[in-house]
């Protein structure tokens, strides 16, 4: 069952989220709820972004080993054109 949240809008705020809302064809509720729920997701996504790259940093960090970006850039822009191509190597960082 949702539980009840309140939010306190200034009245210039509020007019805007009804504009939209009506734009967009759906209650201001239903509109505020999805606007929340993207705004979770995007911040999710970003903290699992920010948590993967200081991973990959550590992992460098520990074993030193990194792939020069204009080699790989490189290589992927052959293989997509169907030349034949080496791949990468990794080198110490």
Do not use: C, N, W
């Not at 929340?36 to 903290?47: D, G, M, V």
Request: aromatic share 6%.
């Amino acid at each position: 069952m949702p539980s009840s949240t309140t939010l306190k809008l200034s009245a210039e705020l509020k007019d805007r989220v009804a504009e939209a809302a009506e734009a967009a064809g759906r209650s201001p509720h239903a509109f505020m709820v999805e606007a929340i729920e993207a705004q979770t997701q995007l911040a999710e996504r970003r903290r699992e972004f920010v948590a993967s790259a200081l991973e990959a940093e550590r992992e460098v960090a520990q074993f030193g080993l990194v792939y020069d970006g204009d080699e790989v850039l490189s290589y992927l822009q052959a293989k997509l054109s169907g030349q034949p191509v080496r791949r990468p190597r990794r080198r110490k960082a």
